[in-house]
């Protein structure tokens, strides 16, 4: 049996780079889905972030963004 962790971010402030310490000590995700307000729900594909290491993880955009993103691991 797999030990699913999950970890939400929120981004309170808008920017056109999210920069997520999510502590989960790997760079193995499996899922990570963004809320932007008026957009809803959306699942980010692995290209769209990069890892910074196995605590952190950058998810870029072409315009400032508020939100919350929440990741699965």
Known sequence: MSNITTYTHFQTIADTTWTIDHNLGKKVIN??????????????LPAAFEYVDDYTLIIPFSTPHTGRVKIAS
């Open 31 to 44: 899922d990570v889905y963004i809320d932007l307000p008026g957009d809803g729900i959306q699942k980010v």
